[in-house]
């Protein structure tokens, strides 16, 4: 068979996914404007954490206090950003346990969004008049909205379709939050010099309008098949308790191998990221060579992420499940670090990098998420919620802080440090195999 045989193949099922699912377009379209948004929060987000002006990032009082005392506030923005994050997602928790236990899917996702939304308005204030302390309320929120709003995305997908259909589609659907994260930095990068920092928030918070329309279609499509199947369930609000994610966690092994994954996963990424500016400033000290080089990582991640989505993750997924792609991501990740180890050279930094994040958004990601279109709604919604905000944002603040320790003895060190932390990731991803195979299968 010819590539370009293999090439017509592929879209070929797309459009018959497309003529049998039209909820599929609506999915990608929801995905794709949903990161997008956040794509044109990122860049604004990073530079409030890189930047040197302290009042513009942390409240007056608290720098005050840290003047008073001899704290170079400067030096721990980062670390301080990401406990302030984690403490954000554990007081969160409990909000969102609260609205998903209370209402329907129909009423809870819309506001969730619209939440969002406000916020992103009230921000356009903040900015608009240069209230100082911004940049650290500004930077935690868009960690929270990040994870929360990707969470929720999944879940609702989980909903709609099984597990055979996830399979099919997820490669798919992921397509579109990758094109949104290749536009949402263009939009950023074309538009802020013209009309500034503060009406970008708008841009973001339009996307997300469009969002809610999204989820209003699919909802509406979700409703129409399961009543045609003579199920309700998705009417009806999920109850339990608001605490009921933390509780599914300490109880069941599939989550608790979930969360495992989760964290060691975090751990890479954290040190391989914080490592890779260290790294890039030694090798490249001007600012030019060094956005250059970000630039060329970030295209390689997004056309090699679009390509594996397209042409690998539906194969693999329907004919090997998620064993291998789980498995391969992680022994490349541990390769890769051993490899580091020995050398820390900016290529093969950039190749590392490479693998591990488009590894993630290919295959990792498509495939944790089909096991949750075979659990049970509070699990997919509840438990869910807390691995990727608490456990995930937990994993950040660890590795940042870890980091900053390890920093001091080189880079040799700290990807030594890696290669035992993607050990325990690789784990992660057995255990959860073994764990998933014991959940009912679905029939093709």
């Known amino acids: 068979m010819t590539p370009g045989t293999r090439t017509s193949g592929r879209f070929d099922h797309l459009r018959g996914a497309l003529r049998e699912f039209p909820a599929l377009l609506w999915s990608f379209l929801y995905f794709f404007f949903l990161l997008t948004g956040y794509y044109v929060l990122r860049p604004v987000r990073d530079a409030m954490g890189a930047s040197g002006d302290v009042e513009a990032v942390f409240?007056?009082?608290?720098?005050?206090?840290?003047?008073?005392?001899?704290?170079?506030?400067?030096?721990?923005?980062?670390?301080?950003?990401?406990?302030?994050?984690?403490?954000?997602?554990?007081?969160?928790?409990?909000?969102?346990?609260?609205?998903v236990s209370r209402f329907p899917r129909r009423v809870f996702l819309p506001v969730l969004y619209l939440a969002f939304i406000a916020c992103l308005l009230g921000f356009y204030v903040i900015f608009d008049r240069d209230v100082p302390g911004r940049g650290a309320v500004f930077f935690v929120w868009v960690a929270v909205f990040n994870l929360f709003?990707?969470?929720?995305f999944w879940s609702f997908m989980a909903d709609i379709y099984t597990d055979i259909q996830a399979r099919r589609l997820y490669g798919f659907i992921a397509v579109g939050g990758t094109a949104g994260a290749f536009l949402g930095p263009i939009i950023t990068r074309v538009l802020v010099h013209q009309i500034g920092?503060?009406?970008?928030?708008?841009?973001?918070?339009a996307l997300l309008a469009v969002c809610v329309g999204c989820i209003l279609r699919l909802g509406r499509w979700a409703r129409e098949r399961e009543q045609s199947r003579g199920a309700t369930e998705s009417e009806a609000a999920m109850g339990g308790?608001?605490?009921?994610?933390?509780?599914?966690?300490?109880?069941?092994p599939l989550l608790r191998a979930m969360a495992v994954l989760m964290f060691f996963g975090v751990g890479v990424g954290t040190l391989l990221y914080n490592e890779q500016a260290a790294i890039a400033r030694q090798f490249y000290p001007g600012?030019?060579?060094?956005?250059?080089?970000?630039?060329?990582?970030?295209?390689?991640?997004?056309?090699?992420?679009?390509?594996?989505?397209?042409?690998?993750?539906?194969?693999?997924?329907?004919?090997?499940?998620?064993?291998?792609?789980?498995?391969?991501?992680s022994f490349a990740i541990l390769l890769g670090?051993?490899?580091?180890?020995?050398?820390?050279?900016?290529?093969?930094?950039?190749?590392?990098?490479?693998?591990?994040?488009?590894?993630?958004?290919s295959l990792s990601k498509p495939a944790r998420e089909t096991i949750y279109t075979r659990v049970d709604r509070e699990t997919r919604y509840k438990g869910k919620?807390?691995?990727?905000?608490?456990?995930?944002?937990?994993?950040?603040?660890?590795?940042?802080?870890?980091?900053?320790?390890?920093?001091?003895?080189?880079?040799?060190?700290?990807?030594?440090?890696?290669?035992?932390?993607?050990?325990?990731?690789?784990?992660?991803?057995?255990r959860l195999i073994r764990e998933q195979a014991r959940l009912p299968a679905e029939k093709a």
Request: charged residues 10%; hydrophobic residues 60%; glycine residues 8%.
């Open 59 to 99: 409240p007056l009082a608290l720098v005050d206090w840290a003047a008073a005392r001899g704290v170079a506030l400067g030096e721990l923005t980062l670390q301080l950003l990401f406990t302030g994050t984690f403490i954000a997602m554990v007081v969160l928790q409990p909000v969102y346990g609260a609205l």
């Open 149 to 152: 709003a990707v969470s929720v």
């Open 197 to 205: 920092v503060a009406n970008l928030l708008l841009v973001s918070a």
């Open 241 to 252: 308790s608001m605490l009921a994610g933390l509780r599914l966690l300490r109880d069941q």
């Open 287 to 329: 600012d030019e060579a060094r956005t250059a080089f970000y630039a060329n990582i970030d295209l390689a991640i997004n056309l090699v992420t679009i390509l594996v989505q397209l042409f690998l993750t539906r194969p693999l997924l329907l004919r090997y499940g998620v064993g291998p792609v789980l498995l391969v991501p």
């Open 337 to 361: 670090f051993a490899a580091l180890t020995a050398s820390p050279l900016p290529f093969l930094v950039a190749l590392v990098q490479i693998a591990t994040r488009a590894g993630e958004f």
């Open 385 to 430: 919620a807390v691995i990727d905000t608490a456990v995930y944002r937990f994993g950040d603040l660890s590795f940042v802080w870890l980091h900053k320790g390890l920093a001091a003895f080189g880079s040799h060190v700290v990807f030594g440090v890696g290669v035992l932390v993607a050990g325990a990731m690789t784990f992660g991803a057995w």
